[in-house]
Structures are given as C-alpha cells and as structure tokens.
C-alpha cells in the first residue's frame, strides 16, 4: 500500500496566540463601532420625540377645530376634581392615540403639574399663547385668528422633569425650562403644525414666544 509522503499535515483548531488575536481584532472593531451605534440610537430617539411633537400639534389642531378655534389651555382651572384644573395633557387626550406620546422617549421621570389633574408627561405648552389670566384676558388661551408669524410661534417644546408645571416660565426665563436632552438639542413645536430640533443658540427668550 503506497503512503503519500508529500503531503502536509496541520493541526486541527486554533493556537492561543491566534485567538488573542481574533479577540484584539474584535475588541479594536467594536471600540471603533460603538460610538456609531450610540449615535444612531440617540438620532432615532430624536426622530421619534419629533413625530410625538408633530402628533401633538395635529390633536390641538383637532381641539382647536372643535372649540371655536381656540387653543387649548394650558389649564382650565375646573376644580371640580379636588385641583385648580385639569392640564393640557388630558384636554388633548381625546385626539391622541396613547398617553405615551406625551413621554418623550429618553425622559426616565416624566413629570406631573402641581395641583393640577394631569399626567405624567415630558412636554411643556407655551404660556403666552394658552395661560393667559396674568394679562387681564377673557379666555385662558389664544384664538388661532388673533395669531400672526404662526411659522414662528412655539407651541410645544421638551421640558425638564424637575419643574412640576404645564408648560413654560410664565413672564421670562422660558428656556430656563426647556430640556435639551438630545445631545443639546431640543424639540419644538410650532403653531403652523412643523417640529423640529433646536439647539439653544438659535431659540431666544421672546421672539419664538410671545405673539
């Protein structure tokens, strides 16, 4: 029987050195593909908060429709629930598909208003357009057809956890309140109906706020 002399033979598997290697190899690769991902979650959450905005300003679209063309009311001091009244975030529930869209997606400890029948929620609505009893007003909020710069004029915007209120400072400091939890950036919503992202520098404290 003839035996084959020429013929090689390697070892089966992998010496140590070369599993260190691969192990080095897939540590640089997932060092260097972390960031990315992060980043990618972090653009996603963003785009979510965006459309929660967006959905936000179609139900008060539907609510001001349904009230005289009225905007809905920071809160409407009906203390007939033991409170000074039941906030936005309830008002508008009736036009939203779930109470998670008033959540922001990366907001760990949503808040409630003080002595207010609400719910636990991430967003801020503007004062000056919708909690107006400090400026001597009939109505607690604005009429859409006394509004003018709507392209302009925020509606919606995150806030931060810590402030335990409806929506924004009531005189000045508004951005005081403002959470830019998107990698410093926020979202807003204006009275046209479009969201979008902003960073601070670009939001003053009266132009986007005041009509």
């Not at 997932?30 to 905005?53: D, E, G, M, N, T």
């Not at 905007?71 to 036009?95: E, F, I, K, M």
């Amino acid at each position: 029987m003839a035996i084959n002399r020429g013929r090689r033979q390697f070892p089966c598997g992998f010496t140590l050195i070369e599993l260190l290697v691969v192990i080095a190899v897939i540590a640089v690769l997932a060092a260097l593909l972390f960031p990315v991902f992060v980043r990618v979650k972090s653009s996603s959450y963003k785009a979510s908060c965006i459309s929660q905005v967006k959905q936000l300003l179609e139900a008060q679209q539907m609510y001001c429709s349904d009230h005289g063309r009225r905007l809905v009311p920071a809160r409407n001091w009906d203390t007939s629930h033991g409170t000074l009244g039941v906030t936005w975030c309830l008002l508008l529930q009736p036009y939203l598909a779930s109470e998670q869209i008033i959540i922001c997606p990366v907001d760990d400890s949503p808040q409630t208003a003080r002595n207010s029948t609400d719910l636990p929620h991430s967003y801020g609505i503007n004062y000056s357009l919708t909690y107006l009893t400090g400026f001597g007003q009939e109505h607690l909020a604005r009429s859409m057809s006394s509004l003018e710069r709507v392209s302009e004029l925020i509606l919606f915007f995150d806030m931060k956890s810590s402030v335990g209120a409806m929506g924004s400072s009531y005189v000045s400091h508004r951005l005081s309140r403002v959470a830019f939890r998107h990698d410093d950036w926020a979202s807003f919503g204006f009275l046209d109906g479009h969201a979008k992202p902003l960073r601070s520098a670009a939001v003053d404290d009266g132009k986007f706020w005041i009509p």
